[in-house]
Structure formats: C-alpha cells, structure tokens
C-alpha cells in the first residue's frame, strides 16, 4: 500500500537548517508529484512547496529563497531543505502525494505522519 514517512524533524536556533525526508512506498514515485505542508498549532495547515514528477518545483511566497524541495527517484524519496529557519517555521510538517498525477495541482490522497520542526532559542 501506499505510505509516505516523514524525518529529519527537530529543534533548531533560528537562522539553522535542517533537512526533511519523505521516504516513498507502495506506488511510481518518478510519476508522482509529491507536496510538503505544514501545520503550526492553533493554525490551520499550509501548503510550502511541491515538486513535480519533472522536477519544475513551486514554492510558498513565505519560504521562497530559504526551502529547496528536491527529489531522489533511485531512492523513493523527497527532500525539503530548510535555511535560515525562524521561529515562526514551527510546526508539524507533512509530505502528501496523490499517486500519478505529476503536476502540483492534486488534491492530496495520502498524507505522512509528519515531522516536527521546533525554531526557537
């Protein structure tokens, strides 16, 4: 079946990095587009950046400059790099994909469990 697990989570100062992993399962990744959301608590959940099957990669205008999304296939896995991190990047991050369809204009049918990012001093 399909499964989406997410790591690399945990707590930085601000301005750190760190990077996220979507390990892929159960499905074609190469076809998929795959997306990273993120959720902080009392807040709604929010799209970051999403990738294509083709590698073209779209980005929130609030983490455009410091997140790089990025793609292994021979590894079943996507990458989120986050840089220059601030406290307000906290929340739980999720990486969510609906199987075949290879641009970022799916509605999300599988979801990770999600990761924790902590920005704080």
């Known amino acids: 079946q399909v499964q989406l697990v997410e790591s690399g989570g945990d707590l930085v100062r601000p301005g750190g990095s760190l990077r996220l992993s979507c390990a892929a399962s159960?499905?074609?990744?190469?076809?998929?587009?795959v997306a990273w959301f993120r959720q902080a608590p009392g807040k709604e959940r929010e799209g970051v950046a999403c990738i294509n099957s083709d590698g073209y990669t779209h980005y929130r205008d609030p983490v455009k400059g410091r997140f790089t999304i990025s793609r292994d296939n021979t590894k079943n896995t996507v990458y989120l790099k986050l840089d220059r991190l601030k406290p307000e990047d906290t929340a739980l991050y999720y990486c969510?994909?609906?199987?075949?369809?290879?641009?970022?204009?799916?509605?999300?049918?599988?979801w990770g469990q999600g990761t924790q990012v902590t920005v704080a001093s």
């Open positions: 159960g499905f074609n990744l190469e076809s998929s587009a």
């Open positions: 969510a994909t609906d199987p075949g369809a290879t641009h970022c204009w799916f509605i999300p049918d599988y």
